[in-house]
């Protein structure tokens, strides 16, 4: 499966999904999410590299000049491959699904930490969006739920979400859908 077919796509989701279906909404971690730290690690590079030939042509390195461009190109190293690994890392690991009553949540590579989330819990849900994520980020979200009444995890939050007011919606009607179904069942 690709990265696009992994994450969401509101009208591809909304046709695939009438009312009578029931709900099974599947996303990943969106590497948009991650645009705004390329750009910023893109001028960290050019500074660094900028930094190291300014010195190198001023000859105010003398004899320092082949360990300060070594210290540069490890830096430069360290950083890309960390930006390398957290990039697979969050797109191939980070997963989600909702369902007409819970949301799933499974995260890790070495070892994998699976959660749920009972959507009649869920007392409040907050989207937010910054700057960053409308403008370079490809319009990426991050939702946090709050539950009181699930002891193991009373805040949930999921970042780099692709569509996030989509998810957001579909989420809260889950939620009412749920919340109204048990109070039929209890009632009656």
């Given amino acids: 499966m690709t990265q696009e077919q992994e994450n969401i796509h509101p009208s591809d989701t909304a046709a695939s999904n009438p009312a009578s279906e029931p709900l099974d909404l599947k996303w990943t971690y969106s590497g948009k999410a991650m645009r705004g730290q390329f750009i910023?690690?893109?001028f960290v590079t050019l500074a660094l590299l900028a930094a190291g030939i300014y010195f190198s042509?001023?000859?105010?390195?003398?004899?320092?000049?082949p360990y300060v461009w070594m210290t540069i190109t490890a830096l430069l190293a360290i950083l890309w491959i960390y930006y390398g690994s957290a990039y697979v890392y969050r797109t191939r690991t980070i997963r989600y699904n909702l369902t007409e009553t819970r949301l799933y949540?499974?995260?890790?590579l070495f070892t994998k930490t699976s959660d749920t989330m009972e959507l009649v819990y869920i007392e409040d849900a907050q989207l937010k969006?910054?700057?960053?994520d409308r403008i370079f980020n490809g319009g990426v979200g991050r939702l946090t739920l709050y539950?009181?009444?699930?002891?193991t995890t009373k805040q949930l939050i999921i970042s780099g979400i692709?569509?996030?007011k989509f998810i957001f919606q579909q989420l809260d009607l889950a939620r009412t859908k749920v919340r109204a179904k048990r109070a039929i069942l209890?009632?009656?």
């Fill in 40 to 42: 910023l690690y893109w």
């Fill in 57 to 65: 042509l001023t000859g105010k390195l003398g004899a320092a000049y």
């Fill in 105 to 108: 949540s499974e995260k890790g």
């Fill in 129 to 132: 969006q910054t700057l960053l």
């Fill in 147 to 151: 539950s009181s009444a699930d002891q």
């Fill in 162 to 164: 692709e569509n996030p």
């Fill in 186 to 188: 209890s009632n009656g």
